[in-house]
């Protein structure tokens, strides 16, 4: 159902000082106990000037399915190579052309 869709992968919180991540890209493999994301990684943190921390370069990586918080499909077309941040009030969100934006957190997480 997901294998070679465009997704957003957001993961789980475990405890109070982690930082929010989440991952963008293909995803090339999926079960029910993993998925395999070829993009790049989201951070939170407060020392970016948009809030957001995004890998430089997109490699694949295995998400064990227990961590995931949340997954968006994305338009096929969604390009690694421009992301976009934006900010609505207080949630930070990556900008996805003819669709609704993309919630990566809020600030002040990171």
Known sequence: MLKDRMVRVKLQKRF???????????????????LVVDGKELMLARHVSDGVQISKTAAPVVIPRENVESIRVLPD?????SIRITTEGQQIQVVVDGSRDCFIGEMGEG
């Open 16 to 34: 109070a000082e982690q930082r929010p991540i989440s991952y963008i890209g293909k995803c090339t493999a999926f079960s029910d106990n993993w």
């Open 77 to 81: 077309n969604f390009s690694l190579d």
